[in-house]
């Protein structure tokens, strides 16, 4: 059996990523999981978080946010609202959303949509979080 599958990964702005790779690690809602080729297949909701994908022994890095993934045998496809590169994010872009949506939290005004701004927030320390990482 190859020991690669494809993946590919999807937003509403198109298709972010899709190339074969060795392992993949993604933020299921019940925690991180790893796939290798021939998983068995399942399907789940994930949490903004970090996506690593592991292509000629090197591990890449994603800051996911919102979404699904499908896995099968040969192929897995993760469908999210968001998904950029480490490499790509713009720190400073983050930090401000991050300064943005914190004081929207705690400034609980009756008119302030809590949700959004913690998805907001949770969104920006993701950011920040994974663009550290390289
Ligand atoms: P902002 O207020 O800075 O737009 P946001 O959390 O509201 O942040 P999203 O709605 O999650 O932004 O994303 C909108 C688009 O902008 C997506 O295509 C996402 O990939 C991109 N994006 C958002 N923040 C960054 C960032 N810091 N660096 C690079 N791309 C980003």
Redesign the pocket.
């Known amino acids: 059996m190859a020991d690669t599958f494809q993946l590919d990964i999807v937003?509403p702005?198109g298709l972010v990523f899709s190339e074969p790779i060795e392992h993949l690690r993604a933020p299921g809602v019940e925690g991180s999981f790893g796939v290798l080729v021939g998983h068995t297949p399942f399907m789940t909701p994930l949490d903004v978080g970090e996506v690593d994908v592991t292509q000629s022994g090197k591990v890449r890095i994603l800051a996911t946010?919102g979404g699904f993934v499908e896995v099968n045998p040969d192929r897995t496809v993760i469908l999210v609202?968001?998904?950029?590169f480490a490499e790509?994010?713009?720190?400073e872009?983050?930090e401000?959303?991050r300064k943005?949506a914190a004081e929207r939290v705690q400034s609980k005004q009756p008119d302030t949509d809590l949700d959004r701004a913690e998805?907001?927030l949770m969104?920006?320390i993701n950011?920040i979080r994974v663009?550290k990482r390289i």
């Open positions: 937003t702005d946010s609202q968001t998904a950029e790509d994010i713009d720190i872009r983050a401000e959303a943005r998805g907001a969104r920006s950011r663009a």
